[in-house]
C-alpha cells in the first residue's frame, strides 16, 4: 500500500481539464514538502512534470500546473489531449520514514 | 544532454545479489544525486536509495539491511547492489537524477529508461 493515496484511474475528454489528487499525512504532503509529479506512458520511463510543487521543467506545457491544500497535493491538466494520457505519480518526502515515497499512481484516459 | 543507461542480468536466483550499474553520459557525476527507483510489473514506484558525488547515501529504510549504492566517478557510473533477493524484487529498475535530495524539495529530473530484473529459479 503506497503511501500517498492516488485516484487509480481518472477520465477526460479533448480540450477538457481534470485535477490529480496526492493524498497524504501531516509527515509528508502537508508538512513542508514540495511535492514533485511524474508522467509515466507504457514501457517508457516516467517524465518530470511538476517539480517543489508548482513549478515546470523547461519544455513541459503550461497546461500542467501543480498545487498543494493541507494534506493534500494536485495536478491540473487543462486542455487535455490525447498525448496526455498516461500514468501519473507524485512523490512527496515523509519524515515518518525519511525516505522518499511515491503516489500509486493514477491512470488518465483520454 | 545528459542521458542515463542502466545495464545487468535481466535474471537473477533467489537469495543471490542484484547487481545494476547505471552509466551517466552528456555530462558529469559531480553535484547531483543520483536515485535509484524500481517498479514492479504493473504496479507502482518505489524509492530504493541514493548517492551523492561525495559518496554520502541515503536508503529506502524497508531496503537498507539488503541495499548498496556506490559509484564510480572516473567511470561516470553508478551502481547499485541488492543482496538476498527474492520474487518480490523482481522489477524494472531505474537510475534517476536529482538536483536536490534536500528534505521536502528533492525531485528526480532525468531517468534512464530502466532495465528488467526478474528473481527466478
Known amino acids: 500500500q503506497s503511501a500517498l493515496t492516488q485516484p487509480a484511474s481518472l477520465s477526460g475528454s479533448p480540450g477538457q481539464s481534470i485535477t490529480i489528487s496526492c493524498t497524504g499525512t501531516s509527515s509528508d504532503v502537508g508538512s513542508y514538502n514540495l511535492v514533485s509529479w511524474y508522467q509515466q506512458h507504457p514501457g517508457k520511463a516516467p517524465k518530470l512534470m511538476i517539480y517543489e510543487g508548482s513549478k515546470r521543467p523547461s519544455g513541459v506545457s503550461n497546461r500542467f500546473s501543480g498545487s498543494k491544500s493541507g494534506n493534500t497535493a494536485s495536478l491540473t491538466i487543462s486542455g487535455l489531449q490525447a498525448e496526455d494520457e498516461a500514468d501519473y505519480y507524485c512523490c512527496s518526502y515523509t519524515y515518518n520514514t525519511t525516505s522518499w515515497v511515491f503516489g500509486g499512481g493514477t491512470k488518465l484516459t483520454v | 544532454q545528459v542521458q542515463l543507461q542502466e545495464s545487468g542480468p535481466g535474471l537473477v536466483k533467489p537469495s543471490e545479489t542484484l547487481s545494476l550499474t547505471c552509466i551517466v553520459s552528456g555530462g558529469s557525476i559531480s553535484t547531483y544525486y543520483w536515485s535509484w527507483i524500481r517498479q514492479s510489473p504493473g504496479k507502482g514506484l518505489e524509492w530504493i536509495g541514493f548517492?551523492?558525488?561525495?559518496?554520502?547515501?541515503s536508503y529506502n529504510p524497508s531496503l537498507q539491511s539488503r541495499v548498496t549504492i556506490s559509484l564510480d566517478t572516473s567511470k561516470n557510473q553508478i551502481s547499485v547492489n541488492l543482496s538476498s533477493v527474492t520474487a518480490a524484487d523482481t522489477a524494472v529498475y531505474f537510475c534517476a537524477r536529482a538536483p536536490t535530495m534536500t528534505p521536502g524539495r528533492g525531485y528526480f529530473d532525468v531517468w534512464g529508461r530502466g532495465t528488467l530484473v526478474t528473481v527466478f529459479s
Open positions: 548517492i551523492f558525488y561525495t559518496g554520502s547515501t
